[in-house]
Each structure stands twice: as C-alpha cells, then as structure tokens.
C-alpha cells in the first residue's frame, strides 16, 4: 500500500514533468545541434553517445570538443569546462535555500540533473509561488523530463550526423549553436565587455598550441565582467538633482 506522503511526492514529479513541457522543444533542438556539432568537430560516434550521457553539458561539450581533437592537455580540457560551467555555481547559490534540508546525495544528484532550462523554471515557480509542499520531487520531475528529451534528441543528433555529408559544413554548428545561447544574456554591461574582453583575447591568442586562446579568452572575459559589476557596484546611484 502506497503512503500517503509517497503519493504527494508522485503527483508533484508529475506536475514538475508537466510544467517543464513548453521548454522541451529548445531543449531538443539544443540537443539535436550539440550531438551533430561533436561528431562533425571529430568525435566518434560510441565516445560522444558517451560523453552525453556521462557530462550532460552542451556549453561545455562544445567548448571541450575541439580541445580534446587537437590533443590538447587534460588539465586545459577540464579547466575548460570548469570556466564554462561557472555559472551553475550562481545557480546552486540561488537554490540552496528552497533545499537546504535535503540530504546531500539528493542535493548532488538535483545538481547534477540541473541546466539552465530546468533552473529558470523552477526560479520562475519559485517566484509565483506555484511550487508544491514537495519541491525535490517536483525539481525531479522537471529534471527527468529535460534529461529523456536531451538524451533522445543528442543521441538522434549523434548517429544522424554520419549520414550528413561533410560538405554541408556542419562542424559549425556546434558555435552557431554557443552564440544563439549566449547572444540573449548580453544584456547588462558587464555581460557585454566580458564578452568583447573574451572575444579580443581569444582572436589574439588565437596562434597558441593546444587552442589555449580559448581558455586565455574565458579567463579574459570573466575578469572583466568581474571588475566592470564591482565598478558599477561602486558607483553612486544618480540623485533625482542629477536627473
């Protein structure tokens, strides 16, 4: 016989499934690119089915992939996805307090099933107060919804991708792909001149071994929109005299 607590728990996974659905459709053509972009960018088919599943992260898949065709060192390849991944880390900061009481390992493994997707629409709940008395459950199920779709569509991307004829120039995708998803964010100054820092000193250390360019011009970029909030943070807010 079923519990009643365990039937709550049910019925808010299944409203967490429910309400992830008008984001599914961007999660599967997000997928789908990012599967055909590893395979076109040189990865074979069983090691990027593999890295889907294992590392679940299309931005730092991507931005991983073309260190690891031209060999370049592991600790490059992993400081990569560190720096792309950082804003998880603001991410996490902004959820722990709807699940401070949760046991670690479950703690771990939300963590882990989170993207961008499932975190926008939880703050969005959060924020109009729709979310259920069991807010694990319901993060789950919005969690396992994008998970399934993101699998189905990467995997589909990866094993088309060998029926694509390389003169279409696929192997592009993958950085169309990464400007779609960044372009939305510029929208604050410190966005725009980390972004133009990174740009700057990545084309600039672009000649270095190991595309090593990328990681100087990630670090370039989080810098300067680091430096640009604090100045801004600084900054007296203009008097209505001024105005």
Request: hydrophobic letters at 55%; a positive charge; aromatic letters at 10%.
């Amino acid at each position: 016989m079923v519990s009643a607590q365990t039937s709550e728990r049910l019925a808010a996974f299944r409203l967490g499934q429910r309400a992830i659905l008008p984001s599914l459709p961007g999660a599967f053509a997000w997928g789908m690119i990012s599967g055909v972009a590893m395979v076109k960018g040189g990865l074979a088919v069983p090691w990027a089915i593999m890295m889907s599943l294992l590392v679940y992260a299309g931005s730092a898949q991507l931005a991983a992939l073309p260190l690891i065709v031209a060999g370049a060192p592991l600790w490059v390849i992993v400081a990569t996805g560190l720096i792309t991944n950082l804003r998880f880390v603001i991410y996490s900061a902004a959820l722990r307090p709807h699940f401070a009481d949760q046991p670690w390992p479950r703690r771990a493994a939300l963590g882990f099933f989170m993207t961008d997707f499932t975190f926008t629409r939880f703050m969005r709940s959060a924020q109009e107060g729709t979310l259920p008395e069991h807010r694990d459950s319901w993060f789950a199920g919005v969690c396992a919804n994008n998970w399934m779709t993101w699998q189905v569509s990467a995997i589909t991307g990866i094993i088309g991708a060998s029926y694509v004829p390389t003169d279409w120039g696929l192997e592009f995708t993958g950085t169309l792909a990464l400007v779609a998803l960044v372009g939305p964010s510029l929208n604050a100054r410190p966005a725009i001149v980390g972004a133009a820092a990174a740009a700057a000193v990545a084309l600039i250390a672009y000649p270095m071994p190991f595309k090593l360019g990328l990681f100087c011009g990630a670090i370039a970029g989080i810098l300067a929109a680091t430096m640009t909030d604090a100045a801004q943070q600084r900054s007296p807010a203009p008097s209505a005299e001024d105005a």
